[in-house]
């Protein structure tokens, strides 16, 4: 591929990138109104949806559902980068299923598209993944590798037009969801830092070394990912072997956790 049709083909996605993350670099270093992110979060994802032909694909109606989930993921990512090698192993168990799924399985893009973010990873997980980290994704890091695997599993799924490619996200959409249904139930507002989250719980908490913490989750996904590519089941069914259980397991350890904590203090 010549640099024209390099330009062709991925402007729009660049240009989403570099607004994503450009928003995203300032409010790390001063605090923007929520206004003025979720604006852009808006431009970034219509320049997305273009990219990945979401709008020629599918009908009117479902273009709200995949605002919201798209916006819902890219935040979800940058909620659950909070421990060193968190995000890095995450996102290279992620990125390294997608590329054998395209290589392997069909191909639903130029496979250096996800070999350059997988080189990326790579590079910030040898400074992140360690016991004190050389350096941090921030809100840019984070939304923007999380911009980069939302466009290339939306090109997946618009590919094979199977939606149990969403569940390549099912740890990180779990922990999330389900945390913020907790805080919910307590009255809280959502929109505030907290330390709900059981990565959280077990890292500062129970001292649970945070790599400890980013391998079994990375662990766990890359599981997950293993079952969804070879299984046969409807998307429906996929969804529902992996969240009862999972779901189970984690509201088990979260409570569990919770009581132990309870009984300390008093």
């Not at 450009?22 to 979060?41: A, E, Q």
């Not at 709008?55 to 421990?83: C, E, H, K, Q, R």
Request: charged letters at 15%; one cysteine or more.
């Amino acid at each position: 591929m010549n640099f024209k049709e390099a330009t062709e083909m991925y402007w729009s996605f660049g240009l989403g990138l570099l607004a994503i993350c450009l928003v995203s670099f300032i409010d790390d270093v001063k605090t923007l109104s929520g206004k003025i992110r979720i604006s852009v979060h808006f431009i970034s994802v219509v320049l997305l949806l273009y990219f990945t032909k979401t709008f020629n694909l599918l009908p009117l109606w479902t273009w709200p559902i995949f605002f919201i989930m798209i916006i819902g993921t890219l935040n979800a990512y940058n909620f659950m980068d909070g421990i060193n090698g968190m995000t890095a192993a995450y996102t290279l168990v992620t990125l390294l299923t997608l590329l054998y799924i395209n290589h392997d399985i069909i191909s639903f893009t130029q496979e250096n598209f996800i070999i350059y973010a997988i080189l990326a990873s790579l590079v910030f997980l040898f400074f992140n993944f360690r016991k004190k980290a050389r350096c941090f994704a921030g809100d840019v890091g984070s939304m923007g590798i999380g911009f980069w695997i939302i466009a290339l599993i939306t090109l997946l799924i618009m590919k094979t037009q199977d939606y149990k490619y969403i569940l390549l996200f099912s740890v990180y959409g779990m922990e999330v969801v389900l945390t913020i249904i907790e805080r919910l139930l307590l009255k809280e507002n959502i929109f505030e830092a907290h330390r709900r989250h059981l990565y959280q719980l077990l890292a500062n908490e129970k001292k649970v070394p945070h790599l400890v913490v980013s391998s079994i989750y990375a662990i766990t996904q890359l599981l997950i990912n293993i079952f969804l590519i070879y299984s046969k089941l409807p998307a429906v069914i996929n969804i529902l072997i992996i969240f009862i259980p999972v779901g189970s397991l984690y509201l088990g350890l979260k409570l569990n956790l919770k009581k132990k904590m309870q009984s300390v203090i008093k």
